[in-house]
């Protein structure tokens, strides 16, 4: 294997494309989502912060189709649906609470 004189292999095995991708993900993904994510919770409740799961991986399929060119085929929107029905159904289920908890609620 020949390698570039001053140059590391990984960094050119790379493209551009790619660069960019790591570039919008450190900027948008993280910079700017925690940053909105860290004002939202100063300033609305907990619960409505915690629709953002809802939210994240439609924005995330649609992104992807519009502008990386991916198929949103029936399986792709399938997907989609079943990971929204589980994050609402795990995120509105009443919160089961131990017999002892109960107990100390009555007496009180």
Known sequence: MTTM???????????RGAWLALLYLIVAGSIIAFTAYVWLIHHESPTKVGTYAYVNPVVAVLLGYLFGGEALGLRTILGTLFVL??????TTTPKKRPAAALAVEETS
């Not at 029905?85 to 795990?90: A, G, L, P, R």
Request: neutral net charge; aromatic residues 6%; charged residues 0%.
């Open 5 to 15: 004189p001053n140059a590391s292999p990984a960094v050119h095995g790379f493209s």
């Open 85 to 90: 029905v589980s994050v609402v159904t795990i």
